[in-house]
């Protein structure tokens, strides 16, 4: 693989002028902002490009003006989060004129619209999808001369999972470790099988490699993340992988995220039940409370069944903490189907949820049948607004009550770093709440497990009192 281009080249390309040669090996260090939206997988693909970029003599960078390459990982998933992408990307538009750096859009919206997004934004220098961040470096030296989108997908067989450097995770408590990517389902509003193409699952002992290479720089909980990760199928079940990697030595704690009901299997439930170090906090999104809704969102299990693997998991680990996401305002979604995702949040009384109003995606089923018949008419905005504001307010009335039950106990925390407020540390719960607690560096350093009581409780946050170690 060719080198990664020369500070001195960049401008010189983003000037219009011919590159001046450069002796090898005595460019300077250049500088790389990344600009991530949306989900984990993104947060865990920005941290392989910088670490990928690193060995090509670029550093990272937190302020774009800087930059001499800023790169925008994107999410497509609703659109505002791509109208948020263009008004980010008119904000760096002067950093480009003032110091010439690269401007590179990746990720989802990349795969969705490539060639598109370059006519559509004139002073964008390339465009590469989900797939082709191994060949970041290449793709930088590649656009000294040329514009272009690489949006190419690798065969399954070819797919090699670019592996984290575990310096980069010196100092952090927690991790977050690759299992798999895609997603073969095909939920009638999602674009993600789009955008990350086939499912395909990490070998895995190339996960618990990297577990094991995390715990040895000092992580101590580790997320096992993937679009669909319990339908996980690299050499073992999700259950063993999650097994294997609690088995590495210095690993505390394992999480994951994000699941689809139907893969919830009784061996995932029985992890839950044996293996305390497997985090009580299970993200099980439903969608809607509706099973005629769910049936057009093509989810492939109706409220019943999502009740039955829900109450598995609490009689399982009494005490779980379980989330969700809901969509509100789905096509043909009538007000009794709306009534029965509140009566669903009511009785399942989720510890939070995450709630969207539908957004029609390019290329999914829902979007092409949109208004196509009754039971596929749209939602107005305004009433599917009026709807997300009930639901998030019901959610808000039971996050309250759910963590007021939190007062008065002693909880596990794992401690991740200062909070905002001056002499404030905080961590996290195995539920995964956040709990916030006096403290510094010395008494409560990163990655130490501590006791702490449970003095106040706030609608997303604990406050505490530490009593002891764990
Ligand atoms: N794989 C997970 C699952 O099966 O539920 C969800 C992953 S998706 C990227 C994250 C969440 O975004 C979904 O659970 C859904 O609530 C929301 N979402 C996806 N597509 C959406 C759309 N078109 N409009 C609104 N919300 C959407
Ligand atoms: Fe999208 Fe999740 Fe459905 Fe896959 S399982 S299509 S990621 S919502």
């Not at 006791?451 to 170690?469: C, K, P």
């Amino acid at each position: 693989m060719s080198d990664a281009l020369p500070l001195s080249d960049m401008l010189a390309r983003a000037r219009g002028a011919a590159p001046a040669p450069t002796p090898a090996g005595d460019a300077p260090r250049r500088k790389v902002f990344v600009h991530t939206f949306g989900c984990q997988m993104n947060d865990s693909d920005s941290a392989r490009m910088v670490e990928l970029l690193g060995r090509h003599r670029f550093e990272e960078t937190a302020h774009p003006e800087d930059a001499d390459l800023i790169l925008l990982n994107t999410c497509a998933v609703r659109e505002k989060a791509e109208q948020k992408l263009l008004s980010a990307l008119g904000r760096y538009r002067e950093h480009k004129a003032r110091r010439g750096a690269l401007l590179a859009v990746g990720g989802c919206v990349a795969q969705q619209e490539k060639e598109r997004l370059l006519a559509r934004v004139p002073y964008l220098d390339f465009v590469f999808g989900p797939d082709n961040i191994a060949r970041l470096p290449e793709l930088v030296e590649r656009a000294r001369t040329e514009r272009f989108a690489e949006t190419g997908w690798m065969s399954s067989e070819e797919y090699v999972f670019p592996r984290a450097d575990p310096e980069s995770a010196r100092g952090r408590a927690t991790a977050f470790v690759t299992a798999m990517k895609g997603c073969d389902n095909v939920c009638s509003f999602c674009i993600v099988p789009h955008t990350r193409g086939r499912e395909v699952s990490r070998p895995y002992p190339e996960v618990v490699a990297e577990c094991a290479a995390l715990a040895a720089v000092g992580v101590r909980e580790v997320t096992l993340i993937g679009q669909n990760v319990n339908s996980y199928a690299g050499g073992c079940t999700f259950a063993e992988l999650l097994r294997r990697a609690i088995a590495v030595p210095g690993v505390e704690r394992v999480r994951f995220t994000t699941s689809h009901p139907h893969d919830l299997s009784d061996a995932l439930v029985a992890a839950f039940a044996d293996e305390p170090r497997v985090m009580p906090h299970f993200h099980l999104p439903v969608q809607s409370g509706s099973d005629a809704v769910l049936a057009r969102m093509r989810r492939d299990y109706g409220v019943a069944e999502y009740m039955v693997r829900f109450e598995k998991l609490r009689a399982a680990r009494p005490g779980i903490a379980i989330t969700t996401d809901f969509i509100v305002g789905f096509p043909g979604e009538t007000d009794d189907d709306f009534e029965a995702s509140l009566a669903l949040l009511a009785r399942a009384r989720f510890d939070n949820s995450f709630s969207f109003v539908y957004s029609p995606r390019p290329h999914t089923g829902a979007a092409k049948r949109l208004g196509s018949a009754p039971e596929w008419r749209e939602v107005p905005h305004d009433l599917a607004i009026a709807r997300l504001e009930r639901l998030q307010a019901l959610q808000r009335r039971i996050s309250s009550e759910v963590m007021a039950g939190q007062l008065g106990k002693v909880v596990e925390v794992l401690v991740e770093g200062d909070a905002d407020a001056e002499g404030r540390r905080f961590g996290r719960t195995p539920e995964n709440r956040v709990l916030h607690f006096d403290g510094d560096a010395t008494s409560a350093p990163v990655g130490a497990l501590l006791r702490a009581r449970v003095t106040r409780a706030h609608a997303n946050s604990l406050s505490g009192e530490i009593v002891g170690r764990a």
